[in-house]
């Protein structure tokens, strides 16, 4: 009954605050008491934790006015959009079948909050978009004070984690929400009496430079992704996630689809600023304005991108184990990012996981965990980008000469998703052939391959040529960038 009236009062404290349910409340309450009984043996059985219902489906479809629907398809086209990923590279994967658990709020559009005005088509979008920008902080900011409150503080206080794993994990998100409720204040300060934002690009301008914090949270998050897969291992972290997990207050979503918010989020800035500008006439004050406000933005979301692939670069450089000193090839340590990295089988059926630097690629067995962090051996000769000659194998082809035979082909002699690496101009050469999970995987694989040579090759052509010495013939250039098909066409070349 006393845990009881506690629920009753708690509820009434923080529900407006925290925008809760009270069936949430009670679930999070739910783990304090799980986590007590583990650690203090019980005869008592604890209640698990109930599942709130859905009103989905049980109240009747109501009809939707022209404004609100065209005000809700401009929500959703900025919602459901995506940019390539940039921050930071992760694990190729194979594509998974879609979750049926819902994963976004209810979104409310801007036409919602109004009940007439005389805007025009053009004028309804750019405020559309506005409104979708302040709501998009506000929800940012309502997720990481609850990913302060239902995850940091129970596990701190519970042990399920030390003090400074949990820094670790976190990073400096506490300093992102005061950072987000500032530009929140500053938008709606902007609404009028109508509900309408005139001017919005000096507002963004300057609060834009703030968000140079995020350089030290995407680089953190490297390291901080290791660290929390590492401790799902253990049992007790690992129940702690389930049960937030499965309470309704999460949408499902684990903690690090929480922690990878703010990131989502920065890439989303200059998706919003394209989609103000496409709806703002020549003749408004944001016309001026809005152009540089969107390059300074992504110029900020470039300079994260840089020194996050630049922190990930290092973190796995530091995991590689060398069995030979030989392997040691000077590109690993020139190389300052990553194209990509996962998971690979060689023609033995052995599993690798391989980095694409970018200078070298370098295929690796996992080793154990050390130090918080995985041990990568570096399995035989890594290959220099400019080096590397790609083939792709097409799907079908008859394995020959037992190359993939069995490792590649399941018993049907047809080898499915595959690609040959090798070298060139070297003494040795070292060819290794890899098979990829799906073809969506192989052909991720094959597309950063291609890029990462062909910029290997203009790096060390480009440096080549500046070696060249000031006082030679200029003629010599051109002579050093012919593909040599005549000797007539040099001789032409040459006399010009």
Avoid at 446 to 459: K, P, Y
Wanted: aromatic share 8%; with cysteine.
């Amino acid at each position: 009954t006393h845990f009881h009236t506690l629920l009753s009062l708690e509820e009434e404290k923080t529900r407006p605050a925290c925008g809760l349910f009270c069936a949430d409340l009670k679930n999070v309450l739910s783990l304090f008491v799980f986590f007590n009984s583990l650690q203090e043996p019980s005869n008592k059985r604890v209640k698990p934790v109930a599942k709130s219902n859905s009103l989905t489906g049980v109240l009747n479809p109501v009809k939707t006015p022209a404004l609100k629907r065209i005000g809700q398809s401009i929500s959703r086209s900025i919602s459901f959009r995506t940019e390539a990923r940039p921050l930071p590279t992760a694990p190729l994967r194979s594509r998974t079948k879609a979750s049926s658990f819902p994963r976004r709020r209810n979104s409310q559009c801007w036409s919602d909050t109004v009940e007439s005005h005389d805007l025009t088509a053009k004028e309804i979008k750019r405020q559309e978009v506005i409104y979708e920008l302040t709501q998009g902080e506000r929800q940012l900011i309502e997720d990481l004070s609850l990913v302060k409150k239902v995850y940091y503080e129970p596990m701190l206080k519970l042990d399920i984690m030390t003090e400074s794993e949990l820094g670790q994990i976190f990073g400096t998100l506490d300093s992102l929400i005061p950072l987000h409720q500032d530009l929140l204040t500053r938008l709606e300060r902007l609404r009028g009496s109508e509900k309408t934002v005139g001017e919005v690009g000096p507002t963004l301008m300057n609060w834009f430079p703030c968000l140079e914090a995020y350089v030290t949270y995407c680089c953190n998050q490297v390291g901080a992704k290791a660290l929390l897969d590492q401790k799902k291992h253990e049992k007790r972290v690992e129940h702690f996630l389930r049960l937030c997990q499965e309470s309704s207050f999460s949408r499902k979503l684990d903690l690090w689809n929480f922690l990878d918010l703010p990131r989502s989020r920065l890439v989303k800035y200059p998706l919003l600023l394209k989609e103000i500008q496409k709806c703002t006439p020549p003749d408004h004050p944001d016309e001026d304005t809005l152009p540089d406000a969107l390059e300074l933005i992504q110029s900020i979301v470039a300079e994260v991108n840089k020194k996050t692939g630049e922190a990930e670069c290092q973190f796995y450089r530091r995991g590689l184990s060398y069995l030979e000193e030989g392997q040691r090839v000077p590109e690993i340590q020139q190389s300052r990012f990553l194209y990509c990295h996962g998971e690979l089988k060689n023609n033995k059926g052995q599993r690798l996981h391989v980095f694409l630097f970018e200078l070298v690629l370098v295929l690796t067995r996992p080793g154990d965990e050390k130090d918080g962090g995985h041990v990568f051996n570096v399995y035989r000769q890594p290959l220099p980008n400019a080096l590397i000659n790609l083939e792709e194998i097409p799907d079908g082809e008859a394995a020959g000469g037992g190359t993939f035979r069995g490792a590649f082909t399941g018993g049907n002699d047809k080898v499915k998703n595959c690609f040959r690496v090798s070298s060139r101009g070297r003494a040795k050469a070292h060819s290794y052939s890899l098979q990829a999970n799906d073809s969506f995987s192989k052909q991720q694989w094959i597309t950063c391959l291609r890029q990462a040579i062909v910029q290997s090759r203009d790096r060390t052509a480009h440096t080549s040529q500046s070696q060249f010495s000031p006082h030679h013939d200029p003629a010599l250039y051109h002579i050093a960038e012919l593909s040599l098909s005549s000797d007539t066409e040099m001789a032409d070349h040459t006399s010009r």
